[in-house]
Each structure stands twice: as structure tokens, then as C-alpha cells.
């Protein structure tokens, strides 16, 4: 079993609607969570990261938390073209950072 | 300069050579990592170095050879490289390493081809 997993997309959506982007992991003691997107050809940047079950709201960006279900997801309001792009999930286990494979998402003009 | 740097760029190496791959870090990091990244593949950790001392990977093959002067720099050491080698090697950094991981912060990677 993968210690993180996030289908690999692609996923589309049309410009202005809600992007919603899906991660689960294997390690119950994970501690922290972390969204990074990644443009082609460019070096993953920091989106959110979470701690706590719930929501965390960051401008048009959600990051959501469940622990007892070992699922941790990204919503973006309002996409734009520029949000097109692959979506990493981290997860921090106390001994090891491990990312997903990646969402690749494209958001129609 | 800011952030995390990483020289050079791109790299293109038979697989007789020697080359070495420099990260420089700017954010007063005490924790500096090399990942690889393969087409379809998640992230792979290769070294992580916390106040300069090396944390062991034992499925890295021995043709990678980091090595941390100090904990600004981190160099990966390349020699008799594979094809299946070529790849994006990304360097981060992050104020720890362990349960109080703090968030990783990457280079802009080198972009790696092997012939």
C-alpha cells in the first residue's frame, strides 16, 4: 500500500467553478499536511498546509482534514486557467515526508 | 538571492562522468533533502541532512554521493551514472526534521540527462 494516493487526474473543470482534489494516507500517526502545485518544467510551491481535523481557508483555497478517515482534500473557488497545474499531496509521519503521485488539473477558459 | 537555489540548471552527462549538483539555501534552514523525480512517479527522497548530519537512505545506489559542508549547501555528487538516472533532482530545505517537521521549501531542481 502506498503511504499517500491521489488520482492521477487528469481532472478538468471549467473556469469559476470548484476544483475539489483528493488524498488519502496509509499512516494513522501523520501529523501534518501539505498541498503543493507544480507547474510543468517548474519546482513544487507550497499552497496550505493543516495540523488539525476541519477546514483551513486560504483566499480561494480549502484544505480540508478528516484524521479518523485518513483523507485530506484541496478545494479551489473559482478556478482560473492559471490553476492548471499539478496538485501534490505531502504527508509529514513523524520519520518521513512522502508525496503523492499527483492531480493533474486543468481548468477550461 | 532568496529561497532556495540550485546549480545548474540542466545537466547533460555520459555515463562516465563525474559531475556534482550544488543547493544553496537562503532561509536560515537547519534540514536540507534531494529528491528525484521521475515522469509518473512521486517524489522520491534521497538524502536528508538535519544540522548537517546525514540521515541514511540505503536504496539510494552508491553512484549518488551527497554531502553537507554546512547547512547552507548540499551537494549531490554524481559519477557512473544510469540512463534510467536522468530525472529532476530537487533540493529542499526546512527549519527541522522528525516529528516537528516544519514545511519544505524547493530549489528550482536540476534538470538531469544521462546518455
Known amino acids: 500500500q502506498k503511504e499517500v494516493e491521489q488520482n492521477s487526474g487528469p481532472l478538468s473543470v471549467p473556469e469559476g467553478a470548484i476544483a475539489s482534489l483528493n488524498c488519502t494516507y496509509s499512516d494513522r500517526g501523520s501529523q501534518s499536511f501539505f498541498w503543493y502545485r507544480q507547474y510543468s518544467g517548474k519546482s513544487p510551491e507550497l499552497i496550505m498546509f493543516?495540523?488539525?481535523?476541519g477546514d483551513k481557508e486560504d483566499g480561494r483555497f480549502t484544505a480540508q482534514l478528516n484524521k479518523a478517515s485518513q483523507y485530506v482534500s484541496l478545494l479551489i473557488r473559482d478556478s482560473q486557467p492559471s490553476d492548471s497545474a499539478t496538485y501534490l499531496c505531502a504527508v509529514d509521519t513523524g520519520n518521513q515526508f512522502y508525496f503523492g503521485t499527483g492531480t493533474s488539473l486543468t481548468v477550461i477558459p | 538571492e532568496t529561497g532556495v537555489t540550485q546549480t545548474p540548471r540542466h545537466l547533460v552527462m555520459g555515463m562516465t562522468n563525474k559531475k556534482s549538483l550544488k543547493c544553496e539555501q537562503h532561509?536560515?534552514?537547519?534540514?536540507m533533502y534531494w529528491y528525484k523525480q521521475s515522469a509518473k512517479k512521486p517524489l522520491e527522497l534521497m538524502f536528508v541532512?538535519?544540522?548537517?548530519?546525514?540521515?541514511e537512505n540505503n536504496s539510494v545506489p552508491s553512484r549518488f554521493s551527497p554531502e553537507c559542508p554546512n547547512s547552507s549547501h548540499l551537494f549531490l555528487h554524481l559519477h557512473t551514472l544510469q540512463p534510467e538516472d536522468s530525472a529532476l533532482y530537487l533540493c529542499?530545505?526546512?527549519?527541522?526534521?522528525?516529528?516537528?517537521?516544519?514545511?519544505?521549501?524547493f530549489g528550482p531542481g536540476t534538470r538531469l540527462t544521462v546518455l
Open positions: 532561509l536560515g534552514h537547519n534540514a
Open positions: 541532512y538535519s544540522l548537517e548530519e546525514r540521515v
Open positions: 529542499a530545505s526546512s527549519h527541522f526534521t522528525g516529528p516537528s517537521t516544519d514545511t519544505q521549501y
Open positions: 493543516i495540523y488539525s481535523n
